[in-house]
Nanobody, 115 residues
């Protein structure tokens, strides 16, 4: 069974940076497009960034130029470098495969940005 474990969240002031990590087990990680998602209180989960198997990336307009997604297939890991954080980035962040039927969601990692 696939297991996803996110880490690296925390509380920072606006303008700060965080690097999120996601470790996947129980799957052939390297053949999948991976994504980072976030869910703010009272809002639906939304996609933040995706990265394909050949490292092609896409970003939500709200994070373009500030966030960078990357992956390490040897470690079954995907990362999200977040710079110039804003209060509106506050959410629980999750990683998952980027497809219609995702894997079971992990517990996520909380990111809180204060103004």
């Amino acid at each position: 069974q696939v297991q996803l474990v996110e880490s690296g969240g925390g509380s920072v002031q606006a303008g700060g940076s965080l690097r999120l990590s996601c470790a996947a087990s129980g799957t052939i990680f390297s053949i999948n497009t991976m994504g980072w998602y976030r869910q703010a209180p009272g809002k639906q989960r939304e996609v933040v960034a995706t990265i394909t198997t050949n490292w092609s990336t896409n970003y939500a307009d709200s994070v373009k130029g500030r966030f960078t997604i990357s992956r390490n297939n040897a470690k079954n890991a995907v990362y999200l470098q977040m710079n110039s954080l804003k209060p509106e980035d506050t959410a629980v962040y999750y990683c998952n495969v980027a497809r219609a039927l995702p894997w079971p969601w992990g517990q996520g990692t909380q990111v809180t940005v204060s103004s």
